[in-house]
């Protein structure tokens, strides 16, 4: 008697665990896969490497799938999206590996995202533009921030701004409050009041030709041996005027490029121009 009432609590506790799952199943036929919100889709789409389930879960806990060379493989989804989906935005894949840089692969992976734009050391950065102007140009009277003239306004009588704030070397009133500045070769350290040298070679494109030297305070300019340093550039040094040589069978000349300074001619050794 005991257990046959057993048997009918198993019994009972299948149907009340299993009967949402069999009721799910069945709107779907053999020949169809039932993802996991319900719907029915083909057998075949499973784990083809396709989001066709609405939620994903046709490729969940598949085999690691071999994108074709035009297909970008998803790094977690184990999706393959079409190669120009790279980049474009929008996260296909739903791990978003597809708007992702690729460190490895500079080449085919996303632009990184580019750095906020900044003002160089010792300048303002006009709230809300991309516009920079000296710091000593705020609250000198002279709107240069024409935008909002945010170099300019009532901040700029709070003289106690500067007063008490710490700066190791210069300050301005700023519309957030005081900016610290530097001398020419130094900038505002991390903790905004300090000065700290400018590395010139590295924070400025182009600073120098050819070799740069950073220095506390400033740097140098050199350049690399049979040139020589103009300004910060390098020219090419030229130890001989360049000439024009002309040979006919008697005898060689050399004229200047200009053509019109004759230099000299050679009387050729023996057997130089050959013999006729
Ligand atoms: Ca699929
Ligand atoms: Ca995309
Ligand atoms: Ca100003
Ligand atoms: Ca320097």
């Not at 024409?146 to 210069?170: L, Y």
């Amino acid at each position: 008697m005991a257990v046959g009432l057993l048997l009918i609590l198993i019994w009972m506790f299948i149907c009340l665990v299993w009967q949402p799952l069999i009721v799910v199943s069945e709107g779907c036929t053999s020949e169809q896969f039932t993802c996991a919100n319900g719907q029915c889709i083909p057998k075949i789409w499973k784990c083809d490497g396709d989001a066709d389930c609405r939620d994903g879960s046709d490729e969940i806990s598949c085999p690691p799938i071999t994108c074709s060379p035009r297909q970008f493989s998803c790094a977690s989804t184990n999706l393959c999206i079409p190669s120009g989906w790279r980049c474009d935005g929008e996260d296909d894949c739903g791990d978003n590996s597809d708007e992702e840089l690729d460190e490895s692969d500079p080449n085919n992976g996303c632009s990184p995202t580019p750095a906020p734009f900044t003002c160089p050391a010792n300048y303002f950065q006009c709230l809300g533009t991309e516009r920079c102007i000296l710091v000593t140009q705020l609250c000198d009277n002279i709107v240069q921030c024409p935008q909002d003239g945010s170099d300019e306004g009532a901040h700029c009588r709070d003289e106690n701004v500067c007063a008490n704030a710490g700066c190791e070397k210069h300050c301005r009133i700023g519309p957030l409050g005081p900016v610290c500045f530097c001398d020419n070769g130094y900038k505002a350290g991390p903790d905004g009041k300090s000065c700290v040298d400018v590395n010139e070679c590295v924070e400025i494109v182009g600073v120098c030709e050819q070799m740069c030297i950073n220095n506390i305070g400033n740097y140098e300019c050199s350049c690399a041996p049979g040139y020589q340093l103009v300004g910060q550039d390098c020219d090419i040094v030229v130890e001989e005027e360049p000439k024009l040589v002309i040979a006919n069978s008697i005898n060689i000349m050399t004229l200047l490029l200009n053509g019109t300074d004759f230099i000299s001619d050679y009387v050729p050794t023996e057997g130089l121009l050959g013999t006729p």
